[in-house]
Protein backbone atom coordinates (compact mmCIF):
# COMPACT_ATOMS: atom_id res chain seq x y z
CA UNK A 1 0.00 0.00 0.00
CA UNK A 2 1.53 3.37 -0.76
CA UNK A 3 -0.12 6.54 -0.54
CA UNK A 4 1.22 9.99 -1.38
CA UNK A 5 -0.77 13.18 -0.10
CA UNK A 6 -0.17 16.44 -1.49
CA UNK A 7 3.47 15.66 -1.63
CA UNK A 8 5.96 18.14 -3.08
CA UNK A 9 9.94 17.79 -3.71
CA UNK A 10 11.88 20.79 -4.31
CA UNK A 11 15.80 20.61 -4.68
CA UNK A 12 18.08 23.45 -3.93
CA UNK A 13 16.61 25.44 -1.32
CA UNK A 14 13.23 25.29 -3.55
CA UNK A 15 14.94 26.46 -6.43
CA UNK A 16 13.98 22.94 -8.86
CA UNK A 17 10.68 21.96 -8.20
CA UNK A 18 10.85 18.75 -8.71
CA UNK A 19 7.42 17.29 -7.60
CA UNK A 20 4.11 19.26 -7.27
CA UNK A 21 1.61 18.34 -4.39
CA UNK A 22 0.88 14.56 -6.11
CA UNK A 23 -1.69 12.36 -4.58
CA UNK A 24 -2.15 8.87 -5.40
CA UNK A 25 -3.12 5.95 -4.63
CA UNK A 26 -1.11 2.37 -5.09
CA UNK A 27 -3.13 -1.08 -3.45
CA UNK A 28 -1.00 -3.89 -2.73
CA UNK A 29 0.26 -6.25 -5.18
CA UNK A 30 -0.49 -3.81 -8.20
CA UNK A 31 1.66 -3.28 -10.85
CA UNK A 32 2.39 0.18 -12.36
CA UNK A 33 4.32 1.96 -14.90
CA UNK A 34 5.71 5.67 -14.11
CA UNK A 35 6.33 6.90 -17.95
CA UNK A 36 6.85 10.82 -18.92
CA UNK A 37 9.44 12.86 -20.29
CA UNK A 38 13.20 13.51 -19.38
CA UNK A 39 13.57 15.43 -16.04
CA UNK A 40 9.59 15.05 -15.45
CA UNK A 41 10.42 14.19 -11.71
CA UNK A 42 9.81 10.08 -11.94
CA UNK A 43 13.36 9.21 -10.43
CA UNK A 44 12.49 11.68 -7.50
CA UNK A 45 8.80 10.11 -7.31
CA UNK A 46 10.73 6.71 -6.51
CA UNK A 47 13.40 8.15 -3.64
CA UNK A 48 10.53 9.56 -2.05
CA UNK A 49 9.54 5.89 -1.77
CA UNK A 50 12.80 4.42 -0.74
CA UNK A 51 13.72 7.35 1.18
CA UNK A 52 16.98 7.76 -0.79
CA UNK A 53 15.46 11.94 -0.49
CA UNK A 54 12.38 13.42 1.85
CA UNK A 55 9.30 14.92 0.48
CA UNK A 56 9.65 19.30 1.02
CA UNK A 57 6.00 18.82 1.77
CA UNK A 58 3.08 16.13 2.67
CA UNK A 59 2.78 13.13 3.15
CA UNK A 60 4.32 9.51 1.43
CA UNK A 61 2.91 6.47 2.93
CA UNK A 62 4.24 3.12 2.72
CA UNK A 63 2.57 0.10 4.28
CA UNK A 64 1.14 2.51 6.83
CA UNK A 65 4.57 3.48 7.75
CA UNK A 66 5.05 7.60 7.22
CA UNK A 67 8.17 7.38 5.25
CA UNK A 68 9.48 11.15 6.63
CA UNK A 69 9.13 10.79 9.85
CA UNK A 70 11.88 7.61 9.84
CA UNK A 71 14.51 8.52 12.05
CA UNK A 72 18.02 8.47 9.46
CA UNK A 73 19.20 5.56 11.93
CA UNK A 74 15.83 3.69 11.12
CA UNK A 75 16.29 3.81 7.36
CA UNK A 76 18.29 1.09 6.58
CA UNK A 77 15.64 -1.20 8.60
CA UNK A 78 12.90 0.48 6.53
CA UNK A 79 14.97 -0.43 3.35
CA UNK A 80 14.74 -3.72 3.96
CA UNK A 81 11.46 -4.15 3.34
CA UNK A 82 11.71 -2.49 -0.58
CA UNK A 83 13.43 -4.12 -3.14
CA UNK A 84 15.06 -1.81 -5.86
CA UNK A 85 16.75 -2.11 -9.59
CA UNK A 86 18.36 -0.01 -11.76
CA UNK A 87 19.05 0.63 -15.24
CA UNK A 88 22.89 0.42 -14.60
CA UNK A 89 21.94 -2.85 -12.09
CA UNK A 90 24.51 -1.93 -9.77
CA UNK A 91 26.30 -5.09 -9.74
CA UNK A 92 30.06 -5.25 -7.75
CA UNK A 93 32.51 -6.30 -10.68
CA UNK A 94 34.75 -7.86 -8.47
CA UNK A 95 32.30 -10.66 -6.68
CA UNK A 96 30.76 -13.52 -7.93
CA UNK A 97 26.59 -13.94 -9.35
CA UNK A 98 26.37 -16.24 -5.98
CA UNK A 99 28.77 -13.34 -3.66
CA UNK A 100 26.68 -10.28 -4.94
CA UNK A 101 23.68 -11.77 -3.95
CA UNK A 102 24.83 -12.98 -0.95
CA UNK A 103 26.38 -10.12 0.21
CA UNK A 104 23.13 -7.82 0.57
CA UNK A 105 22.57 -10.61 2.86
CA UNK A 106 25.40 -10.64 4.99
CA UNK A 107 25.52 -6.82 5.40
CA UNK A 108 22.11 -6.76 6.92
CA UNK A 109 23.42 -9.39 9.23
CA UNK A 110 22.13 -12.84 8.28
CA UNK A 111 23.48 -15.96 9.88
CA UNK A 112 25.83 -17.57 6.95
CA UNK A 113 24.37 -21.24 7.19
CA UNK A 114 21.11 -19.64 6.51
CA UNK A 115 22.65 -17.24 3.51
CA UNK A 116 23.47 -19.98 0.73
CA UNK A 117 20.15 -21.80 0.92
CA UNK A 118 18.10 -18.82 0.43
CA UNK A 119 21.02 -17.03 -2.59
CA UNK A 120 20.47 -20.65 -4.15
CA UNK A 121 16.68 -21.01 -3.97
CA UNK A 122 16.37 -17.14 -5.66
CA UNK A 123 19.20 -17.71 -8.27
CA UNK A 124 16.75 -21.01 -9.44
CA UNK A 125 13.70 -18.36 -9.37
CA UNK A 126 15.29 -15.97 -11.80
CA UNK A 127 16.62 -18.82 -13.86
CA UNK A 128 20.18 -18.60 -13.14
CA UNK A 129 21.42 -21.27 -11.14
CA UNK A 130 24.03 -22.32 -13.73
CA UNK A 131 25.77 -18.72 -13.40
CA UNK A 132 26.49 -18.96 -9.52
CA UNK A 133 30.37 -18.56 -9.86
CA UNK A 134 30.33 -16.14 -13.37
CA UNK A 135 31.53 -12.65 -12.67
CA UNK A 136 29.19 -9.88 -14.02
CA UNK A 137 31.03 -8.95 -16.82
CA UNK A 138 31.00 -12.74 -17.89
CA UNK A 139 27.27 -12.20 -18.01
CA UNK A 140 24.50 -10.43 -20.93
CA UNK A 141 22.75 -7.33 -19.61
CA UNK A 142 19.82 -9.19 -19.75
CA UNK A 143 21.41 -11.50 -17.16
CA UNK A 144 22.84 -8.76 -15.09
CA UNK A 145 19.41 -7.47 -14.54
CA UNK A 146 18.41 -10.85 -13.53
CA UNK A 147 20.86 -11.01 -10.90
CA UNK A 148 19.98 -7.25 -9.66
CA UNK A 149 16.45 -8.50 -9.60
CA UNK A 150 17.49 -11.73 -7.11
CA UNK A 151 19.29 -9.09 -5.15
CA UNK A 152 16.03 -6.85 -4.61
CA UNK A 153 13.64 -9.81 -4.06
CA UNK A 154 15.55 -11.93 -1.81
CA UNK A 155 14.19 -10.51 1.33
CA UNK A 156 10.69 -10.90 0.06
CA UNK A 157 10.08 -7.00 -0.14
CA UNK A 158 6.14 -5.94 0.33
CA UNK A 159 7.69 -3.51 -2.45
CA UNK A 160 9.75 -3.46 -5.86
CA UNK A 161 10.71 -0.57 -7.30
CA UNK A 162 12.32 -0.30 -10.12
CA UNK A 163 13.66 2.50 -12.27
CA UNK A 164 14.32 2.25 -16.16
CA UNK A 165 15.38 -1.47 -15.72
CA UNK A 166 15.09 -2.64 -19.32
CA UNK A 167 17.03 0.81 -20.57
CA UNK A 168 20.07 -0.55 -21.10
CA UNK A 169 18.71 -3.53 -22.89
CA UNK A 170 17.63 -4.88 -26.14
CA UNK A 171 13.55 -5.69 -26.96
CA UNK A 172 14.49 -9.40 -26.13
CA UNK A 173 15.98 -9.45 -23.00
CA UNK A 174 13.80 -6.41 -21.69
CA UNK A 175 10.35 -9.14 -22.61
CA UNK A 176 12.22 -11.41 -19.76
CA UNK A 177 13.04 -9.11 -17.85
CA UNK A 178 9.20 -7.91 -18.09
CA UNK A 179 8.28 -11.63 -17.72
CA UNK A 180 10.02 -11.87 -14.32
CA UNK A 181 8.65 -8.33 -12.79
CA UNK A 182 5.67 -9.50 -12.98
CA UNK A 183 6.14 -13.25 -11.99
CA UNK A 184 7.22 -11.75 -9.12
CA UNK A 185 4.05 -9.39 -8.95
CA UNK A 186 1.73 -11.75 -9.11
CA UNK A 187 2.99 -13.52 -5.90
CA UNK A 188 1.37 -10.22 -4.23
CA UNK A 189 4.66 -7.72 -4.57
CA UNK A 190 3.80 -3.86 -5.51
CA UNK A 191 5.60 -2.96 -8.60
CA UNK A 192 6.80 0.41 -9.58
CA UNK A 193 8.57 0.52 -12.95
CA UNK A 194 9.74 3.59 -14.25
CA UNK A 195 9.98 3.18 -17.83
CA UNK A 196 10.51 5.21 -21.69
CA UNK A 197 9.51 1.91 -23.36
CA UNK A 198 6.63 2.47 -25.05
CA UNK A 199 6.09 -0.23 -27.12
CA UNK A 200 6.21 -2.57 -23.69
CA UNK A 201 3.97 0.04 -21.79
CA UNK A 202 1.56 -1.00 -24.84
CA UNK A 203 2.73 -4.93 -25.40
CA UNK A 204 2.53 -5.43 -21.24
CA UNK A 205 -0.81 -3.42 -19.90
CA UNK A 206 -0.87 -2.45 -16.72
CA UNK A 207 -1.94 1.02 -14.94
CA UNK A 208 -0.03 3.63 -16.10
CA UNK A 209 1.09 7.04 -14.43
CA UNK A 210 2.41 10.05 -16.11
CA UNK A 211 3.93 12.72 -14.59
CA UNK A 212 5.08 15.69 -16.79
CA UNK A 213 7.21 18.71 -14.80
CA UNK A 214 6.19 17.49 -11.79
CA UNK A 215 2.50 17.21 -11.71
CA UNK A 216 0.63 13.69 -12.23
CA UNK A 217 -0.73 14.18 -15.75
CA UNK A 218 -2.48 10.97 -16.47
CA UNK A 219 -3.33 8.00 -14.38
CA UNK A 220 -4.81 5.23 -16.11
CA UNK A 221 -5.90 1.84 -15.59
CA UNK A 222 -5.78 0.10 -18.57
CA UNK A 223 -2.44 1.92 -19.76
CA UNK A 224 -0.46 1.83 -22.48
CA UNK A 225 0.73 5.35 -24.43
CA UNK A 226 -1.79 7.50 -25.97
CA UNK A 227 -0.25 9.14 -28.60
CA UNK A 228 -2.74 12.11 -28.45
CA UNK A 229 -1.76 12.96 -25.05
CA UNK A 230 2.02 12.07 -24.79
CA UNK A 231 3.46 13.49 -27.87
CA UNK A 232 6.91 13.74 -25.98
CA UNK B 1 27.51 -14.25 15.05
CA UNK B 2 29.59 -10.93 16.25
CA UNK B 3 32.99 -12.52 15.98
CA UNK B 4 31.89 -13.17 12.61
CA UNK B 5 30.75 -10.11 11.52
CA UNK B 6 33.61 -8.66 13.19
CA UNK B 7 36.10 -10.79 11.34
CA UNK B 8 34.36 -9.29 8.04
CA UNK B 9 34.95 -5.98 9.23
CA UNK B 10 38.67 -6.53 10.31
CA UNK B 11 39.17 -8.27 6.60
CA UNK B 12 37.62 -5.41 4.69
CA UNK B 13 39.23 -2.94 6.43
CA UNK B 14 43.36 -5.06 6.22
CA UNK B 15 41.95 -4.73 2.33
CA UNK B 16 41.54 -1.17 2.51
CA UNK B 17 44.62 -0.23 3.49
CA UNK B 18 46.88 -2.74 0.83
CA UNK B 19 44.71 -1.43 -1.97
CA UNK B 20 45.88 1.87 -0.97
CA UNK B 21 49.27 1.06 -0.13
CA UNK B 22 51.27 4.15 -0.52
CA UNK B 23 48.18 6.33 1.02
CA UNK B 24 48.27 4.11 4.38
CA UNK B 25 52.58 3.75 4.44
CA UNK B 26 52.17 7.20 3.77
CA UNK B 27 49.92 7.66 6.77
CA UNK B 28 51.57 4.90 8.99
CA UNK B 29 54.53 6.96 8.65
CA UNK B 30 53.45 10.08 10.10
CA UNK B 31 52.17 8.11 13.06
CA UNK B 32 55.67 6.40 13.32
CA UNK B 33 57.32 9.55 13.60
CA UNK B 34 54.74 11.51 15.86
CA UNK B 35 54.33 8.49 18.24
CA UNK B 36 58.75 8.34 18.32
CA UNK B 37 58.69 12.08 19.12
CA UNK B 38 55.91 11.56 22.29
CA UNK B 39 57.81 8.73 23.02
CA UNK B 40 61.44 10.60 23.51
CA UNK B 41 59.29 13.68 25.04
CA UNK B 42 57.71 11.54 27.56
CA UNK B 43 60.63 9.27 28.52
CA UNK B 44 62.60 12.68 28.86
CA UNK B 45 60.43 14.18 31.24
CA UNK B 46 59.99 10.95 33.24
CA UNK B 47 63.49 11.28 34.00
CA UNK B 48 63.96 14.95 34.31
CA UNK B 49 60.93 14.70 36.89
CA UNK B 50 62.75 11.67 38.47
CA UNK B 51 66.14 13.79 38.83
CA UNK B 52 64.78 16.29 39.76
CA UNK B 53 63.48 14.66 42.92
CA UNK B 54 66.15 13.51 43.49
CA UNK B 55 68.18 16.48 43.37
CA UNK B 56 65.46 18.56 44.98
CA UNK B 57 68.02 18.85 48.04
CA UNK B 58 70.23 20.21 46.05
CA UNK B 59 67.76 23.56 45.26
CA UNK B 60 67.51 24.35 48.68
CA UNK B 61 69.59 26.67 50.16
CA UNK B 62 72.55 24.93 52.28
CA UNK B 63 73.25 27.54 55.34
CA UNK B 64 77.02 26.78 56.84
CA UNK B 65 77.22 27.89 59.79
CA UNK B 66 80.46 28.91 61.30
CA UNK B 67 81.96 26.26 63.69
CA UNK B 68 83.61 29.34 66.28
CA UNK B 69 79.74 31.06 66.42
CA UNK B 70 78.14 30.28 69.73
CA UNK B 71 76.49 27.32 69.70
CA UNK B 72 73.67 28.83 71.92
CA UNK B 73 72.39 30.54 68.73
CA UNK B 74 71.37 27.54 66.76
CA UNK B 75 69.05 24.26 67.26
CA UNK B 76 69.01 22.78 70.26
CA UNK B 77 67.11 19.37 70.25
CA UNK B 78 66.69 19.21 74.37
CA UNK B 79 65.02 22.81 74.87
CA UNK B 80 64.01 23.25 71.06
CA UNK B 81 65.44 26.78 70.99
CA UNK B 82 66.57 27.90 67.71
CA UNK B 83 67.44 31.70 67.43
CA UNK B 84 69.34 31.57 64.34
CA UNK B 85 66.58 29.64 62.72
CA UNK B 86 64.01 31.47 63.78
CA UNK B 87 66.00 34.82 62.24
CA UNK B 88 66.52 33.16 58.20
CA UNK B 89 62.97 31.93 58.83
CA UNK B 90 61.96 35.83 59.49
CA UNK B 91 62.35 36.42 55.94
CA UNK B 92 59.96 36.62 53.35
CA UNK B 93 59.49 33.76 50.53
CA UNK B 94 60.66 30.81 52.75
CA UNK B 95 58.65 27.46 52.97
CA UNK B 96 60.96 26.35 55.85
CA UNK B 97 63.80 25.68 57.67
CA UNK B 98 65.53 22.19 58.49
CA UNK B 99 68.76 22.10 61.02
CA UNK B 100 70.94 19.36 60.19
CA UNK B 101 73.56 18.74 63.00
CA UNK B 102 77.19 18.13 61.44
CA UNK B 103 77.23 15.02 62.64
CA UNK B 104 74.19 13.69 60.76
CA UNK B 105 76.15 15.77 57.97
CA UNK B 106 79.09 13.44 58.64
CA UNK B 107 76.88 10.26 58.56
CA UNK B 108 75.47 11.30 55.59
CA UNK B 109 78.54 12.10 53.49
CA UNK B 110 80.44 8.41 54.43
CA UNK B 111 77.05 6.71 53.47
CA UNK B 112 77.42 8.75 49.75
CA UNK B 113 80.86 7.58 49.20
CA UNK B 114 79.42 4.12 50.18
CA UNK B 115 82.47 3.81 52.79
CA UNK B 116 81.43 1.57 55.83
CA UNK B 117 80.67 2.92 59.15
CA UNK B 118 83.91 2.82 60.47
CA UNK B 119 84.99 5.50 58.67
CA UNK B 120 82.60 7.54 60.61
CA UNK B 121 83.82 6.01 63.97
CA UNK B 122 87.17 6.85 63.23
CA UNK B 123 86.52 10.85 62.85
CA UNK B 124 83.59 11.18 64.42
CA UNK B 125 85.55 13.10 66.97
CA UNK B 126 87.44 15.49 63.58
CA UNK B 127 83.90 15.73 61.72
CA UNK B 128 85.27 18.22 59.39
CA UNK B 129 81.49 18.84 58.17
CA UNK B 130 79.73 21.94 59.81
CA UNK B 131 76.43 22.46 61.26
CA UNK B 132 73.84 23.19 58.30
CA UNK B 133 70.17 24.77 57.97
CA UNK B 134 68.43 23.67 54.99
CA UNK B 135 66.39 26.66 53.67
CA UNK B 136 63.57 25.79 51.58
CA UNK B 137 61.75 28.64 49.34
CA UNK B 138 58.18 28.92 48.48
CA UNK B 139 56.93 27.21 45.70
CA UNK B 140 57.30 29.86 42.89
CA UNK B 141 59.74 31.97 44.47
CA UNK B 142 63.23 31.13 42.57
CA UNK B 143 65.28 34.46 44.25
CA UNK B 144 67.67 31.92 45.71
CA UNK B 145 70.81 34.55 45.40
CA UNK B 146 68.43 37.55 47.15
CA UNK B 147 67.52 35.14 50.21
CA UNK B 148 71.03 33.57 50.25
CA UNK B 149 72.91 37.18 50.30
CA UNK B 150 70.47 38.17 52.88
CA UNK B 151 71.23 34.98 54.86
CA UNK B 152 74.89 35.69 54.02
CA UNK B 153 75.25 38.89 56.12
CA UNK B 154 73.48 37.58 59.38
CA UNK B 155 76.60 36.90 62.40
CA UNK B 156 77.95 33.08 62.41
CA UNK B 157 77.44 32.02 58.95
CA UNK B 158 80.42 30.82 57.23
CA UNK B 159 78.81 30.01 53.82
CA UNK B 160 75.74 30.05 52.25
CA UNK B 161 75.31 28.24 48.22
CA UNK B 162 72.14 26.77 46.21
CA UNK B 163 72.16 23.75 44.32
CA UNK B 164 74.63 24.85 41.39
CA UNK B 165 73.58 27.44 38.55
CA UNK B 166 73.36 24.44 36.51
CA UNK B 167 70.56 22.59 38.05
CA UNK B 168 68.42 25.93 37.12
CA UNK B 169 69.77 25.93 33.69
CA UNK B 170 68.74 22.48 33.25
CA UNK B 171 65.76 22.99 33.97
CA UNK B 172 65.27 25.71 32.37
CA UNK B 173 66.61 24.00 28.77
CA UNK B 174 64.47 21.18 29.25
CA UNK B 175 61.24 23.40 29.55
CA UNK B 176 62.73 24.90 26.44
CA UNK B 177 63.18 21.33 24.74
CA UNK B 178 59.78 20.58 25.72
CA UNK B 179 57.71 23.34 24.69
CA UNK B 180 59.52 22.70 21.31
CA UNK B 181 58.73 19.01 21.57
CA UNK B 182 54.95 19.84 22.34
CA UNK B 183 54.77 22.09 19.37
CA UNK B 184 55.77 19.73 17.27
CA UNK B 185 53.97 16.79 18.42
CA UNK B 186 50.73 18.80 18.36
CA UNK B 187 51.71 19.48 14.70
CA UNK B 188 52.58 15.91 13.77
CA UNK B 189 49.18 14.75 15.50
CA UNK B 190 47.39 17.07 13.10
CA UNK B 191 49.45 15.74 10.00
CA UNK B 192 48.70 12.25 10.51
CA UNK B 193 44.84 12.60 11.49
CA UNK B 194 45.11 14.41 8.36
CA UNK B 195 46.58 11.60 5.94
CA UNK B 196 44.78 8.89 8.31
CA UNK B 197 41.36 10.98 7.21
CA UNK B 198 42.52 10.98 3.34
CA UNK B 199 43.27 7.49 3.20
CA UNK B 200 40.04 6.72 4.74
CA UNK B 201 38.75 8.77 2.09
CA UNK B 202 40.53 7.20 -0.37
CA UNK B 203 39.10 3.59 0.62
CA UNK B 204 35.88 5.17 0.65
CA UNK B 205 35.69 6.59 -2.55
CA UNK B 206 37.03 2.88 -3.66
CA UNK B 207 33.93 1.55 -2.10
CA UNK B 208 31.69 3.77 -3.50
CA UNK B 209 29.47 1.49 -5.36
CA UNK B 210 29.64 -0.86 -2.56
CA UNK B 211 28.35 1.46 -0.03
CA UNK B 212 25.83 2.39 -2.20
CA UNK B 213 24.54 -1.01 -2.63
CA UNK B 214 24.86 -1.67 1.07
CA UNK B 215 22.64 1.59 1.50
CA UNK B 216 19.84 0.29 -0.97
CA UNK B 217 19.55 -3.47 0.38
CA UNK B 218 19.24 -1.99 4.20
CA UNK B 219 22.70 -2.21 6.02
CA UNK B 220 22.84 -0.58 8.72
CA UNK B 221 25.03 3.03 9.33
CA UNK B 222 27.42 1.48 12.33
CA UNK B 223 27.88 -1.67 9.57
CA UNK B 224 28.88 0.85 6.72
CA UNK B 225 31.23 2.22 9.07
CA UNK B 226 32.97 0.12 10.52
CA UNK B 227 35.58 -1.14 8.42
CA UNK B 228 36.31 2.33 7.58
CA UNK B 229 37.18 3.37 11.41
CA UNK B 230 39.19 -0.28 12.33
CA UNK B 231 40.72 0.56 8.65
CA UNK B 232 41.91 4.10 11.23
CA UNK B 233 42.66 2.23 13.98
CA UNK B 234 44.62 -0.25 12.45
CA UNK B 235 46.94 2.37 11.01
CA UNK B 236 47.29 4.03 14.06
CA UNK B 237 48.07 0.75 15.58
CA UNK B 238 50.90 -0.37 12.92
CA UNK B 239 52.10 3.24 13.42
CA UNK B 240 52.89 2.43 17.15
CA UNK B 241 54.42 -0.90 16.72
CA UNK B 242 58.55 0.74 15.19
CA UNK B 243 58.79 3.49 17.40
CA UNK B 244 58.08 1.18 20.67
CA UNK B 245 60.13 -1.30 19.36
CA UNK B 246 62.94 1.44 19.05
CA UNK B 247 62.25 2.57 22.31
CA UNK B 248 62.19 -0.54 24.61
CA UNK B 249 65.62 -1.83 22.88
CA UNK B 250 67.39 1.56 22.75
CA UNK B 251 66.02 1.98 26.58
CA UNK B 252 67.20 -1.09 27.35
CA UNK B 253 70.58 -0.38 26.09
CA UNK B 254 70.67 3.14 27.21
CA UNK B 255 69.64 1.33 31.18
CA UNK B 256 72.62 -1.62 31.07
CA UNK B 257 75.18 1.37 30.29
CA UNK B 258 73.81 3.59 32.88
CA UNK B 259 72.77 0.40 35.59
CA UNK B 260 75.21 2.27 37.83
CA UNK B 261 73.62 5.37 38.03
CA UNK B 262 75.06 8.78 36.51
CA UNK B 263 78.15 11.12 37.82
CA UNK B 264 79.67 9.93 41.17
CA UNK B 265 76.25 9.29 43.21
CA UNK B 266 74.35 6.21 42.73
CA UNK B 267 71.24 8.49 43.65
CA UNK B 268 70.48 9.69 40.11
CA UNK B 269 68.41 6.89 38.34
CA UNK B 270 66.86 6.21 35.03
CA UNK B 271 63.21 5.52 35.54
CA UNK B 272 62.84 1.65 35.06
CA UNK B 273 62.11 -0.31 32.12
CA UNK B 274 58.43 -0.89 34.00
CA UNK B 275 57.74 2.45 33.20
CA UNK B 276 59.29 2.45 29.73
CA UNK B 277 56.81 -0.30 29.18
CA UNK B 278 54.05 1.57 30.09
CA UNK B 279 54.46 4.31 27.65
CA UNK B 280 54.99 1.90 25.41
CA UNK B 281 51.49 0.70 26.25
CA UNK B 282 50.02 4.62 25.57
CA UNK B 283 51.77 4.43 22.23
CA UNK B 284 49.61 2.18 21.07
CA UNK B 285 46.33 4.02 22.60
CA UNK B 286 47.55 7.67 21.45
CA UNK B 287 48.06 5.66 17.95
CA UNK B 288 44.86 3.77 18.15
CA UNK B 289 42.64 6.75 18.95
CA UNK B 290 44.84 9.33 16.67
CA UNK B 291 43.48 6.47 14.16
CA UNK B 292 40.31 6.81 15.27
CA UNK B 293 39.66 10.16 14.87
CA UNK B 294 40.89 10.36 11.22
CA UNK B 295 39.16 7.89 9.86
CA UNK B 296 35.81 9.37 12.35
CA UNK B 297 36.49 12.63 10.30
CA UNK B 298 36.04 11.35 6.57
CA UNK B 299 33.60 8.73 7.35
CA UNK B 300 31.62 11.55 9.23
CA UNK B 301 31.84 13.52 6.23
CA UNK B 302 31.92 11.22 3.27
CA UNK B 303 29.34 8.70 4.39
CA UNK B 304 26.38 10.70 5.43
CA UNK B 305 23.20 8.82 5.99
N1 LIG C 1 19.74 16.01 -6.39
C1 LIG C 1 19.18 16.93 -7.16
N2 LIG C 1 19.50 18.23 -6.99
C2 LIG C 1 18.94 19.18 -7.75
N3 LIG C 1 18.08 18.95 -8.71
C3 LIG C 1 17.71 17.68 -8.94
C4 LIG C 1 18.25 16.62 -8.18
N4 LIG C 1 17.71 15.45 -8.63
C5 LIG C 1 16.88 15.79 -9.62
N5 LIG C 1 16.87 17.13 -9.81
C6 LIG C 1 16.04 17.84 -10.78
O1 LIG C 1 14.71 17.52 -10.51
C7 LIG C 1 13.99 17.33 -11.71
C8 LIG C 1 13.40 15.94 -11.76
O2 LIG C 1 14.46 15.00 -11.85
P1 LIG C 1 14.22 13.43 -11.96
O3 LIG C 1 15.54 12.77 -11.87
O4 LIG C 1 13.20 13.04 -10.98
O5 LIG C 1 13.67 13.29 -13.44
P2 LIG C 1 13.29 11.99 -14.24
O6 LIG C 1 11.85 12.09 -14.58
O7 LIG C 1 13.73 10.78 -13.54
O8 LIG C 1 14.15 12.18 -15.58
P3 LIG C 1 14.83 11.06 -16.49
O9 LIG C 1 13.73 10.48 -17.33
O10 LIG C 1 15.79 11.83 -17.34
O11 LIG C 1 15.48 10.08 -15.60
C9 LIG C 1 14.96 17.61 -12.84
O12 LIG C 1 14.81 18.94 -13.25
C10 LIG C 1 16.31 17.43 -12.20
O13 LIG C 1 17.26 18.25 -12.81
MG1 LIG D 1 15.18 9.25 -13.86
Redesign the pocket.
Known amino acids: MIKFTNVTKM ?2 KGR ?1 H ?1 LNNVSLFIGKGEFVYVI ?10 IKLLYREEKATSGIVEVNGIQVNKIRNSRVPFYRRQIGVIFQDFKLLPKKTVYENIAFTLEVIGKHPRLIRKQVLSILQLVGLDDKAKAFPHELSGGQQQRVAIARAIINNPSVVIAD ?1 PTGNLDPESSKEIMNLLEEISKRGTTMIM ?1 T ?1 DRQMVNTFKHRTIT ?1 ESGYVSNDTMGGGYNDNLQTW | MIIYRLGKHIKSALTGIFRNFWMSFSSVTAVAVTLLLVAIFSILSLNVKSFMGSIEQNISIRVMVDNAYDTKQIYDPKTKKDPLGDRIRSISGIEKVEFVSKDEEFKKYVKLTGEDNSLYERFKNKNPMLNVYKVTLKEGNNDYEKVSKEIKKMDGIKDVNYGTGGIHKLIALFNQVSNVLIFFMVALILLAIFLISNTIKLTIYNRKTEIQIMRLVGASNGYIRSPFILEGIFIGILGAVVPTVLVLLLYGKILATYSNGFFITSSLQLVSMHDIQIVALALFVIGGLVGMLGSILSVSRYLKS
Do not use: L, N
Open positions: YRVAGPTGAGKSTFEVHI
